[in-house]
């Protein structure tokens, strides 16, 4: 299976692939509100607010310890060293190394502590923004002030780098500037500037000079910026109203407005629609991965990642109820409920199909089914639309343009229809199975000619005229002609109950939905169940064009491939669930629509979702995990220069902090071991991951290596890290040899004292 690319992830152009995650204080970030969001090169993700600065691995948030000096933070960096440069309103910069702080503040030259913007040159210099002017810092933490009178005391809001080595600035009253090393190149006052109330800036990054600018209203500009800016532009951006921030990203402009946000690209400005982030979204990041992230100073974090599955009742604002079956017939949808038929036209809207009834009269479908309780809809090679309803209208069919209904069957509860080789329906109902040609009952099976189960669950079409039946307790029922054949426990199936029969895509088998278990049949009737199988409650599965299955239960969707589960072998298995962006599970019994193009509709418990069982693959194309630090007796120890560990000898408790950085919705499974300790490797998912202890080690040489499984792409990534623990005196070869020595001393001794006194 091949990986997307990340980089193809637009939320613009892919707008029903994609969740939006908002993270607040009722869901694991400290505060409602960040000012600024980073993804450091190890992986982890940083968000400073006003309440601190809390790091975050894709699991779990944490907060910085307030004891160590850092609050009020509105701005972060991440330098060529890889040290996190903190900026912070009142206390200057921190700047974080090795899970150690060190501050910038007046004692080292700061006239200002209120530090609101930071960037860095190619070099490595570092530009601070201040409340009064730019002040850079060197290599050796020097710090100097840029000392430019234009620039002096002015309100420091914004400092970007640019390809063409300058640092463009912006002041809180909306003077534009730009920096080289420690002088100003150009300065464009607010009086001055042509654009008036700018708010936000961003270095051109196709045309070196040259500048986006952001203001109060709906225009954004685009100028070449010297002693004034030329060659000015306007772009109307509206609705967006206010471009508070921007950024580009994959060649595209990104604007924060005050509630809303919008990309600009060649064809115009496109908005992101339904977002949970609606107040103030601010700075923008996006991740290893490939998804964005907003920071709010009014609602916390945001994330938006890729999602395989579309929400149809949310997306078309239809309230949640229990959806039994979904079709595609006459270029609507028709979705069956427990009270009655929903007909949707292709834009979500309300559908009316008005048929006429055998009284001549016409009258729309919907009102002729009323609240009756539809169990599957289906439609056939003639172009007919069949209804099965449970009570009530029993057997329906809509057939250009009217309306017919079969009474003269078992019962009027009926599951599901299938077509046959001669153009026959076989109907599946409570009480048996009856065969429909030309319109009429030809034919039923019930207890009076020796189908001895009442309650029947489905029914499919099999090879050489046969007709396979699931029951609900009998097993399976194969017809042939007047021969009635049951297949139950006796002949392999793990189940009496029978709830899916669905033929394979390429082999001469059928695979079986039970009340326990898959299994498959081969032609001669031998029923084979897959016991290796994660999952036992499943409720219908289809297969793709990879031979990948996709199988829905009560746990979400489980993908696997074909060939493992005929060799009862299931190795890897993807796991989609609600909290993997599964908007609701399947409905048990349910019928759902797949189209020749593997897009599926899943009639699910709270509506109906969408996916292409084409694109089994999420968009990721790495892992990334680390070993930032361990800890020794609950002394942290980071690596050396090489990335090794150094264990004291007289350690009695090495605990080791593995992270493995994951912000998609796919959740890879996680193999550790201490080699030169440990037998074997421990497996566990990924939010199952804690820190690891090891207890009583001896002195030595160790290799701590964790494998990252991602099964969305049946691949691993194996991060290794060498700890040397010290060896004590008692583990060294120099103490075995003076015991040795004093050992043959004390020998030799005793020896001659012995001799002595017997010679005496």
């Known amino acids: ?110 006239t200002s502590t209120n530090v609101s913007a930071m960037t860095a040159d190619s070099d490595g210099l ?65 009086e001055s500037s042509p654009v008036k109330g700018t708010v936000s800036i961003i270095p051109d990054p196709e045309h070196e000079g040259e500048i986006y600018a952001g203001t109060y209203s709906n225009t954004l500009y685009h100028g070449k910026i010297g002693d004034k800016l030329d060659d000015l532009t306007e772009t109307d951006i509206s609705p967006l109203q206010s471009a508070r921030y921007l950024d580009c990203i994959d060649g595209k402009i990104w604007i924060c407005s005050v509630d809303s946000t919008g990309v600009l690209d060649e064809t115009g400005v496109h908005i992101l629609e339904n977002l949970p982030m609606y107040d103030s979204p601010g700075q923008i990041t996006r991740d290893y991965e490939g998804n964005y992230w907003f920071a709010s100073s ?46 949707l036209n292709s834009d979500g809207s309300e559908a009316k199909y008005p048929v006429k009834q055998d009284t001549g009269k016409t009258k729309d479908l919907k009102d002729i089914l009323g609240s009756t309780r539809i169990r599957s809809i289906t439609k056939d090679s003639h172009g007919r ?12 069919c809509c057939d250009g343009g009217k309306l017919y209904r079969y009474d003269k069957l078992p019962s009027d509860s009926i599951r599901n229809i299938c077509e046959t080789d001669d153009g026959s329906i076989a109907v599946c109902s409570k009480g048996g199975l009856s065969i429909i040609k030309d319109g009429k009952v ?14 029947n669950l489905t029914v499919c079409k099999g090879e050489n005229g046969d007709l396979l039946l699931g029951t609900d307790g009998g097993g399976l029922c194969v017809i042939n002609g007047s021969n009635i054949r049951n297949i139950g426990k006796a002949d392999g199936l793990s189940s009496g109950v029978v709830m899916k029969i669905i033929p394979d895509r390429t082999r001469s088998i059928y695979w079986l939905v039970t009340g326990n278990s898959i299994a498959y049949m ?89 996916v292409n069982i084409e694109n089994s693959v999420h968009f990721r194309n790495i892992i990334k995990g680390a070993v930032p630090y361990i800890t020794a007796d609950g002394k942290k120890i980071f690596p050396d220069a090489n990335g090794n560990f150094s264990v004291p000898c007289n350690v009695k408790t090495l605990t080791i902090f593995g992270y493995v950085f994951n912000y998609s919705l796919v959740s890879p499974q996680v193999s550790y071991c201490l080699e030169g300790f440990s037998d074997g490797y421990t497996t566990v998912n990924r939010e199952a991951l804690s820190p690891i202890d090891y207890t009583n080690l001896p002195g030595g040489d160790y290799r701590f290596v964790m494998k990252m499984i991602d099964p969305s792409l049946k691949a691993d990534k194996t991060l290794t890290i060498n700890i040397y623990k010290e060896k004590a005196y008692y583990e060294k070869p120099s103490f075995y040899i003076i015991i040795g020595l004093l050992v043959l001393m004390t020998v030799f001794i005793s020896v001659k004292l012995i001799i002595n006194f017997k010679m005496k």
């Open 442 to 455: 030809q034919k039923t099976f019930n207890k009076e000619n020796g189908l001895d189960f009442p309650e």
């Open 385 to 396: 639309l069949w209804i099965c309803n449970w009570g009530g209208m029993g057997l329906v």
């Open 522 to 610: 081969t032609e001669d009737g031998k029923v084979t169940t897959v016991t290796s199988f994660p999952y036992y409650n499943n409720f219908d599965l289809f297969q793709n064009s990879k031979d990948e299955m996709w199988i829905l239960n009560s746990d979400g969707i489980h993908i696997v491939s074909t060939e493992e589960m005929l060799a009862n072998n299931v190795q890897h298995s993807i796991h989609y669930g609600i909290a993997n962006g599964l908007p609701c599970t399947a409905t048990a019994n349910s019928y759902s629509e797949l189209t020749d193009e593997g897009m599926l509709y899943i009639a699910g418990n709270t509506g109906v979702t969408k």
């Open 1 to 110: 299976v091949k990986a997307k690319q990340s980089a193809d992830f637009n939320p613009f152009t892919q707008a029903d692939s994609y969740s939006a995650v908002l993270y607040n204080n009722t869901n694991g970030l400290p505060a409602s509100q960040a000012n600024t969001i980073l993804q450091t090169s190890d992986g982890f993700i940083w968000i400073g607010s006003y309440a601190g600065l809390v790091r975050y691995d894709g699991n779990t948030f944490e907060k910085t310890d307030s004891d160590v000096g850092i609050s009020g933070v509105q701005c972060l960096l991440e330098d060529k060293l890889n040290r996190l440069w903190i900026g912070t309103n009142d206390n200057g910069v921190a700047i974080m190394e090795k899970g150690e702080f060190s501050f910038l503040n007046e004692s080292n030259g700061l």
């Open 126 to 190: 570092i530009y601070l923004g201040t409340k009064q002017g730019v002040f850079t810092v060197q290599t050796d933490r020097k710090v100097r002030k840029i000392s430019d009178k234009r620039i002096t005391g002015i309100s420091v809001d914004e400092l970007r780098a640019g390809k063409d080595g300058l640092i463009y600035g912006l002041s809180e009253s909306g003077d534009i500037f730009t920096l080289k090393k420690n002088s100003v190149e150009h300065f464009i006052s607010s």
């Open 298 to 343: 009014r609602q916390g974090v945001m994330k938006l990642v890729p999602n395989l599955f579309t929400d149809l009742f949310s997306r078309y604002g239809i309230d949640d109820f229990v959806v039994n079956t979904t079709c595609l017939y006459d270029g609507k949808m028709f979705i069956g409920t427990n009270s009655g038929i929903i007909i």
